[in-house]
């Protein structure tokens, strides 16, 4: 681990398009902060210690490298913050809505994983997976951006079904904060 100012970075491996956390200590510390990463092989951890690496999502590792949390390193050499955007860019479409979004609702202090099985971008906890279930799902809609009343409507019975709020967030233009659309259902 390198340090920076006073505090320890992780060293995390680039590998494809996932980070890699080799070290099972420094993966459980990083996954006990605020829920980053899987274990891998262990779909849903009950305690945060595990002896097994930890994968991070390019969108987890953007901003983790971004918050100076973890340093990145690919062929034993390190990745700049720079080369790590650009490669998120390639393998998420509309990255940088979709981060805007993640880095907002991470800084609120909200834990955000990927939502692809509730099919949204991300899912949103309070508390974190394994403590509650993930109470929102989020869809990211890039400004301007239009929405069908029956995606909304396929949305909302989604989240319905399994039992979560259906938001819709928009990134704000230059220096606007993102917007919200928390829909809420109720039968007539």
């Not at 239009?146 to 928009?170: C, D, N, P, Q, Y």
Request: hydrophobic share 40%; glycine share 6%; charged share 30%.
């Amino acid at each position: 681990m390198s340090q920076t100012h006073g505090k320890q970075k992780i060293k995390v491996e680039l590998v494809d398009n996932f980070l890699i956390v080799w070290n099972p200590q420094e993966g459980s510390e990083l996954y006990k902060t605020a829920y980053y990463g899987k274990p891998l092989g262990i779909p849903k951890p009950k305690i945060p210690e595990f002896d097994v690496p930890l994968i991070l999502d390019l969108i987890e590792g953007v901003y983790l490298a971004e918050t100076k949390q973890i340093e990145v390193i690919e062929n034993k050499k390190a990745v700049s913050l720079k080369v790590l955007r650009e490669k998120a860019m390639q393998l998420h479409e509309e990255f940088k809505d979709k981060y805007t979004i993640y880095h907002d609702l991470r800084d609120k202090g909200l834990i955000v994983t990927p939502g692809i099985k509730f099919g949204c971008d991300f899912a949103v906890y309070k508390y974190g997976p394994g403590v509650e279930h993930a109470p929102y799902m989020v869809s990211v809609k890039p400004h301007g951006s239009t929405i069908s009343a029956t995606e909304i409507v396929k949305a909302g019975r989604l989240a319905t079904t399994v039992r979560k709020r259906f938001i819709i967030a928009v990134p704000g233009k230059k220096d606007e904060k993102p917007k919200y659309l928390i829909f809420k259902w109720f039968k007539a």
